[in-house]
C-alpha cells in the first residue's frame, strides 16, 4: 500500500475541519525502534517500541487550537477538542498556513542501510564494550538504540509533506574509584557513530579523572568541550535568539540586534540543510520551507528565530524555525542544526583548564545569564595533552558576558544533539576550588 | 507460556489539560489524549520489554503473540535477572477536595489569568502563567495474577514574572502542585509573590563565592536530600556501582540528627498507590541518625543489592519502570528558627529551588537556589540574586548541624533515563556549615 493511502484518514479529517474552521493542519508521527541497555558489561533488557501519534492545529479567526492522541481511529473527537481549545485562544493577527512548494522529495536525516533489528544493537554494544576495553575502568552502564520514523505533515492549503528519519543512538557510563566517565554519540547515519570510541572515551575519562588534585580558587583560561559548551549555550543563550522570548521580554539580546554580542571572531546560524547533519529537514514543523538563518555573524547580532505565530504577531517572517517535542506539541521556535562558527586555531598550546562536562547547567538563570556549575572530568592541558585531573571545582560566570572573552575556538567541530560545536577557549573565567 | 518466568502489563490512558497564559494572550489551552503501555516478560534472562503506543487490551492468542515477540527480544540479553518477592498491595488514592474536571476550562482560565494579572508590576516586563491537569487511569497485571487499577489526577499551575531594568533581567517563578485537586483558586498572591522576587532581584547583589555557612529553606534543602542523598541510594545505581554509597551501609556519614526518607505512600505530589510493578510502597530510612541505613530498590535490584525494601519502582506511561525517588525528605529536628539563624552568625540564607544534578557515581551534586539573603549577627540583611551550592556526598553531609522543628514539602518533577516523575522534596530549615556557594560577585 502507498504510504498517501495509508494515511487517507488525513484527508477526511481536513473534509471535515474545514466545515468548522479556517485552517486546520495534522502533525503525523509513526515510528520504531529497538534498543539494548547495559548494566555493566551484561545486557540487561531488550526494547522494541511502535510509536504512533498525531496532533492536531486549527485556526479560527485568529484563534488557534490543538489537540493531540496515539488513537487514529478517534481523530473525531481529536478534532472536535481541538476546535474546542482554539475557542479559548486569544484570536491573533493570523496570515494563513503554508501553502505547498516543491521541494525534493531526498530525505536529509535517513539512512535505508539502517536495520531497525536486535542483531545490530548487540554488535554496537560489542563495539563499545570493545572500546571501553582499552582503560581500567569499569563499565557501568550503556545503551545502544537505531530508530525509524515517519513524519506527515498536512494542511488545508494542500500540504502533503513526508519524511523518513533513522537514528542511531549510543551511551557509555564508566566508573573507576570515585570518578566517572561518560560518552555518547547519536546520528541519522550509521556511518556517523563510532561505537569503539564512545566506550574508549568513557572510560578513558573515568580512568584519567581518578586522583585528582585541588585548585585553587581564581580566574583561569579554560578550554569548554564541546560537550560543556553545549550545556552553556543550549540552557541560555539559545533560548534568548528565540523571537517569542525577545517579544515576550524574557530575552537579555532582546535590545542587541546589530550590536557586538559575542567576541569578532564568532558566527552563529541554523543551517537545516547541512548534509548527513542530525537536525537536516527541507520543512518546519509547521511545512515553512527551511532555509540557513544567519543570528550573529562576526560578533553581530543579526536576526532571531521565528515560527509562523509569532511572526504574524510581531510583522515579522518566519524563519522557518518551528519544531515540536514530539507528535502532541504544538510548534514552538528553536532550531534544526545549530553551528557556532568562526577562525579556527589550536587552542590547546598554552596551558588551560580543559572542562569535559559540567553538572547543573540547567539550574542558570536564563534571564540573566548568571551561571555556577560544577565541573566534572576536568584537567589542567598543556599542548593538547591532557595533564593533571582537577578534582572537584565549581566555575561560575554568565553565559553572556563569556562570549565576549572567547579567544580562540578548536579546529574540530562535534555534534552534541542538534548543535554543531567548537571546543572553545575563554579567558579569565572564575573557578572556586574545594 | 512455556519459558516465560514472569510477565507484567502496565497500561496507562488518560489526558492532559493545559492552559498557557503570557503577558494576557491565552497562547493555547485545551486536551490531549494518551494511550500507552509496556509490557515486560522475563524468561531465563533479562529483560524482552515491548513499547506500545494505543495498545488494546486483549487475551488469547494475541497477547501470548506479544509475550512471545518480548521473549524474542528476551534472548538476546546476556544478565540472569532474578525478582526478589515483595508485599503486594495497593493503598487508596486520596479524595480530592474539587475534582478539575468539575470545573470548566473557561473557568480554569479565568482564574490562571488572575494569578499572572497579579504579577504585573511597572517594571516586570513579562507574566506568564502555566495550568497543568493529568489525569491517568493505570491498570497493572502480571503473571502472578496480581491485578490493580487506579486513577490518579494531579494538576497545578506555575506563574513566572520577568523584571528588567536597565539591560538587568530578573525572575520571581511560583509554582503549586497536588494530588488534592483543583488548586487554581485564591492564588493570586502567589503571582505577586512572583513578581515581588523578580523585582527586589534587581536590586539584588551577585553573591560571592566560597565556603562559608548557610541556612537552607525547607524547599532547598529538599532538593539537597533529593540531589545529594536521593540518587546515590537508587538499587540500579548502585547495583552498577555508579554511586558512591555502594558497599557503605552503617558508615556514618552525617549528623546524629540527621535522617532521611523516601516514601512513595504519604499523600504528597510524588505519591504511588502501588509501585510500578505492582509491588507495596512503603518508607525507606535512607539516612538514619547520620548511617548509611538502605537503598532504594525495585525487585530486581532488591534481589541483587539487598538492604532495603522493593517499591520504589516508578515509570512515565509506556515507558519500563525504573527505581525513583517520591516523596524524600529530611525528617525535622527540634531546632527552632530563630535558633538556625543564631547558631549561623555570619554567612548565607538561600531560598528556593532552580533545580539541581548529581554525579551519583562521584558523589558530587550541584544545585541552585532561587535567591538568598546575607546573614549578619543572625540576622537577614542583603538580598543575594545566583547563588548555587556544590559539594561531595560523603563530605557534605557532617555539615548539617542542625534540624529546625517546621518541615514542609515542595513538589516537582524528576528527571532519570529519559522520564521525568513527578516528586515531591522537603525539609524543615537546615544549618549547614562548610557549604560550598558559587557566585559571580567579587570583592
Known amino acids: 500500500m502507498r504510504w498517501w493511502v495509508a494515511v487517507a484518514w488525513i484527508d477526511q479529517l481536513i473534509y471535515e475541519a474545514q466545515k468548522n474552521v479556517d485552517e486546520v493542519e495534522v502533525f503525523f508521527v509513526k515510528g520504531t525502534s529497538v534498543s539494548a541497555d547495559l548494566k555493566q558489561k551484561k545486557i540487561n533488557l531488550a526494547t522494541t517500541s511502535e510509536d504512533c501519534g498525531f496532533g492536531i492545529r486549527t485556526i479560527h479567526k485568529g484563534r488557534i487550537g490543538s489537540s493531540s492522541t496515539n488513537n487514529v481511529s478517534q481523530w473525531r473527537e481529536c478534532l472536535n477538542a481541538a476546535i474546542a481549545s482554539g475557542n479559548l485562544a486569544t484570536p491573533q493577527d493570523w496570515e494563513g498556513l503554508p501553502e505547498t512548494v516543491s521541494l525534493s522529495p531526498a530525505p536529509l536525516s535517513f539512512d535505508d542501510s539502517i536495520r531497525i533489528e536486535p542483531p545490530v544493537v548487540i554488535d554496537l554494544i560489542e563495539k563499545m564494550l570493545e572500546g571501553a576495553a582499552e582503560h581500567p575502568a569499569e563499565v557501568a552502564a550503556g545503551s545502544a538504540s537505531l530508530s525509524s520514523s515517519t513524519v506527515t505533515l498536512a494542511n488545508s492549503k494542500g500540504v502533503r509533506y513526508t519524511s523518513q528519519h533513522t537514528g542511531v543512538s549510543l551511551s557509555l557510563e564508566a566508573v573507576h574509584g570515585h570518578s566517572t566517565g561518560y560518552e555518547f554519540d547519536h546520528s541519522s547515519f550509521f556511518d556517523k557513530v563510532d561505537p569503539v570510541l564512545v566506550g574508549e572515551r568513557a572510560t578513558f575519562f573515568a580512568t584519567e579523572s581518578d586522583n585528582g588534585k585541588d585548585i585553587a580558587t581564581g580566574e583561569y583560561d579554560i578550554l569548554l568541550s564541546p560537550l560543556a559548551y553545549g550545556e552553556l549555550l543550549g540552557n541560555v543563550f539559545v533560548p534568548a535568539l528565540s523571537g517569542r522570548n525577545v517579544h515576550a521580554g524574557r530575552s537579555r539580546l532582546a535590545q542587541s540586534l546589530g550590536k557586538n554580542v559575542t567576541d569578532p571572531q564568532i558566527t552563529m546560524y541554523d543551517d537545516p540543510l547541512l548534509e548527513k547533519a542530525n537536525g537536516s529537514v527541507r520543512w518546519d514543523a509547521e511545512g515553512t520551507p527551511t532555509r540557513r538563518v544567519d543570528f550573529i555573524r562576526e560578533g553581530i547580532l543579526e536576526t532571531f528565530a521565528y515560527d509562523l505565530k509569532t511572526a504574524y504577531r510581531f510583522g515579522k517572517k518566519s524563519t522557518a524555525s518551528a519544531k515540536r517535542g514530539g507528535f502532541g506539541g504544538l510548534p514552538s521556535i528553536g532550531h534544526h542544526n545549530f553551528v557556532v562558527d568562526g577562525k579556527r586555531n589550536e587552542v590547546a598550546d598554552e596551558r588551560v583548564v580543559y572542562v569535559h562536562n559540567v553538572v547543573g547547567a540547567h539550574t542558570a538563570n536564563p534571564m540573566s545569564g548568571e551561571f555556577s556549575v560544577e565541573l566534572s572530568n576536568a584537567f589542567w592541558m598543556e599542548e593538547g595533552e591532557f595533564d593533571v585531573p582537577i578534582r572537584s571545582a565549581m566555575l561560575s560566570g554568565n553565559v553572556f558576558d563569556l562570549h565576549h572573552t572567547i579567544s580562540g575556538l578548536s579546529k574540530e567541530s562535534r555534534a552534541i544533539g542538534s548543535m554543531i560545536l567548537p571546543s572553545v577557549k575563554i579567558n579569565k573565567q572564575h573557578i572556586i576550588g574545594k | ?443
Open chain 2, 1 to 443: 507460556m512455556p519459558g516465560i518466568q514472569y510477565y507484567d502489563l502496565r497500561h496507562v490512558t488518560g489526558q492532559v489539560t493545559h492552559i498557557d497564559i503570557d503577558n494576557g494572550v491565552v497562547e493555547s489551552a485545551g486536551t490531549s489524549f494518551f494511550n500507552k503501555a509496556v509490557i515486560r516478560v522475563l524468561s531465563g534472562t533479562g529483560w524482552g520489554i515491548l513499547q506500545i503506543d494505543n495498545y488494546v487490551p486483549c487475551t488469547g492468542k494475541k497477547f501470548d503473540a506479544m509475550l512471545e515477540s518480548a521473549c524474542g527480544l528476551a534472548r538476546i540479553t546476556q544478565e540472569n535477572v532474578i525478582l526478589a518477592e515483595a508485599p503486594h498491595g495497593m493503598l487508596a488514592v486520596p479524595p480530592m477536595k474539587e475534582d478539575p474536571r468539575d470545573v470548566s476550562i473557561e473557568e480554569k482560565s479565568s482564574l490562571l489569568s488572575g494569578i499572572e494579572t497579579a504579577a504585573r508590576h511597572p517594571l516586570v516586563v513579562n507574566t506568564r502563567a502555566n495550568f497543568i491537569e493529568k489525569i491517568e487511569h493505570v491498570r497493572f497485571t502480571d503473571s502472578s495474577e496480581n491485578e490493580y487499577g487506579y486513577q490518579m489526577c494531579r494538576s497545578g499551575f506555575n506563574v513566572l514574572a520577568v523584571a528588567s531594568r536597565n539591560g538587568n533581567v530578573q525572575m520571581g517563578y511560583e509554582r503549586e502542585h497536588s494530588i488534592h485537586g483543583f488548586n487554581l483558586r485564591h492564588q493570586q498572591s502567589q503571582g505577586k509573590k512572583a513578581a515581588d522576587i523578580a523585582v527586589a532581584l534587581l536590586d539584588a547583589g551577585a553573591a560571592k563565592s566560597g565556603k562559608m555557612r548557610a541556612v537552607l529553606d525547607p524547599e532547598l534543602a529538599g532538593v539537597f536530600a533529593h540531589e545529594a542523598i536521593g540518587h546515590a541510594s537508587e538499587g540500579d545505581l548502585v547495583k552498577e556501582g555508579n554511586s558512591v554509597l555502594k558497599g557503605k551501609t552503617g558508615q556514618k556519614i552525617g549528623n546524629e540528627n540527621l535522617t532521611i526518607i523516601d516514601d512513595p505512600g504519604i499523600y504528597e505530589f510524588g505519591f504511588d498507590p502501588v509501585d510500578a510493578e505492582g509491588v507495596a510502597v512503603s518508607r525507606t530510612e535512607i539516612i538514619k541518625k547520620g548511617v548509611i541505613n538502605a537503598f532504594l530498590h525495585n525487585r530486581e535490584t532488591l534481589a541483587s543489592v539487598g538492604n532495603g525494601v522493593a517499591g520504589h519502582a516508578r515509570a512515565m506511561p509506556g515507558e519500563s519502570p525504573l527505581v525513583r525517588m517520591s516523596n524524600t525528605f529530611i525528617e525535622a529536628g527540634d531546632a527552632t528558627e530563630h535558633e538556625i539563624f543564631e547558631e549561623c552568625q555570619n554567612g548565607i540564607f538561600l531560598k528556593g529551588s532552580r533545580g539541581g544534578q548529581v554525579d551519583p557515581g562521584r558523589g558530587i551534586f550541584q544545585f541552585n537556589a532561587e535567591y538568598g539573603y546575607l546573614i549578619e549577627k543572625g540576622e537577614c540583611t542583603t538580598m543575594v540574586r545566583d547563588v548555587s551550592l556544590s559539594g561531595e556526598i560523603l563530605v557534605t553531609l557532617h555539615g548539617i548541624t542542625l534540624c529546625g522543628n517546621n518541615r514542609s514539602m515542595s513538589p516537582g518533577y524528576c528527571g532519570k533515563g529519559g522520564q521525568s516523575v513527578p516528586v515531591s522534596d522537603g525539609a524543615p530549615h537546615v544549618l549547614l556549615n562548610d557549604a560550598v556557594v558559587g557566585g559571580s560577585g567579587v570583592d
